[in-house]
């Protein structure tokens, strides 16, 4: 009998879940909430997949053999309660898509830098003549790219929502940027469910396996002594000499996946085509598995000297009349604006704001008050960036829209200077996504 697979949700994922579904011989029902996006619509319905939008029908879905749910969907919505009480199995889309490749997967997770770090290693990949592709929840569903290539390694951005729903997946090589409070709302405001979500990154791998993984980053070491990891592990660090793995003193990177110096990688970190105290961990994650994969010494140094950062983290718009621009709008947290801010070396005039998801900007404060002259407020409530910010800047100017803030930062910034986009904040107040906010500010900027 022919297996029922239903998707709850239609973006990327679910859809590319649905053209797997069908290539391999399912039934297949693909169900919204919302509307679905007009390409989605003609994806599914060119390939016979029938599918339902701004609406569950329970019929069609609680016969389903096995349900594919999108990572955007929380454990407490009915139906997916209705589901579990039916015992029929849940799984994410990378987990379903993992069943039909034998490829090697690099998976990387983390709350902050794990776009970047996921673009990278791709970058040093395809350099090296790989036969690779990218994405998970960047770009590309997982399961789309294993519908219609084949390919040897896939390089797999992994969210918390994502690694949920994985049971029987194995990431061959992974890796672990850092841990800091985000999504609470979806773990019960318990950060330790958090923690054990990105850890599950590790699960069903062997000592053939490799954990790469930051040991400057206190939540991930505690949870480190509290287990035994199967795989090979690499720390990466820039307080002390890790080896094997990766560290960084007196500007330079040491790099070594053996205890002997045999293999030793070492680079001046001011070549690093990537800036920041942040950006040098994500090098030095990349690095690691870079020697993991065997990749010629070369290759790993001018991978990181000419790699381009991923739109909307610290990507550099314009500079107008001597005032940088530079677009952060990928910050949807207050660790991430920490490291945007960290990262300026010129008086700011910073544009923050969006739905705050229960943000403490105490760790912010002394930066701020180091970096920032001005803070432009952009979102429909700013109250809680005023009480927190009010005695650290010059003053503080409320906007609603990106074309507003804009006008206002140009009007306030002086030559010299540089107006950040870095908002600590999601973005659904006044934008579809990220990427919305971020192309909204660049287009703002370049009508100054």
Known sequence: ?????????????GTGAALLAQQQGYEVF???????AQKYQDELSQQGI???MNGHTPELILNATEVIKSPGIPDKNELVQAILKLNIPIVSEIEFASRFTQAQKICITGTNGKTTTTSLIFHMLQKAGLNVAVGGNIGTSFARLVAT?????YVLELSSFQLDYMFQFKAEFAVLCNITPDHLDRYNYNIQYYIDSKFRILQNQTQDNVFVYCADDTLIQQKMEQIQVQAKAFPFSNKTKSLPGAYITSGTMYANNSIDNNNQLTMNTSEFSIKGQHNAYNSMAAAI?????NIRKEVIRESLTDFQNVEHRLEKVATIRGVDYINDSKATNVNSTWYALESMDKPTVWIAGGVDKGN?????????AEKVRILVC???????LHEAFGGCVDLIINTSSAQEAVHVASKMAKTGETVLLSPACASFDLFKNYEDRGRQFKAAVKQI
């Open 50 to 52: 029938l599918f339902e």
């Open 30 to 36: 693909v169900s919204d909430a919302g509307p679905i």
């Open 360 to 368: 403490d900007y105490e760790m912010l404060k002394q930066l701020v």
């Open 1 to 13: 009998m022919q297996q029922r697979i239903v998707i709850l949700g239609s973006g990327e994922s």
């Open 149 to 153: 290539g084949n390919y040897d390694y």
């Open 378 to 384: 952009m979102g429909l409530d700013n109250s809680k």
């Open 289 to 293: 598995i870079g020697q993991a994969l």
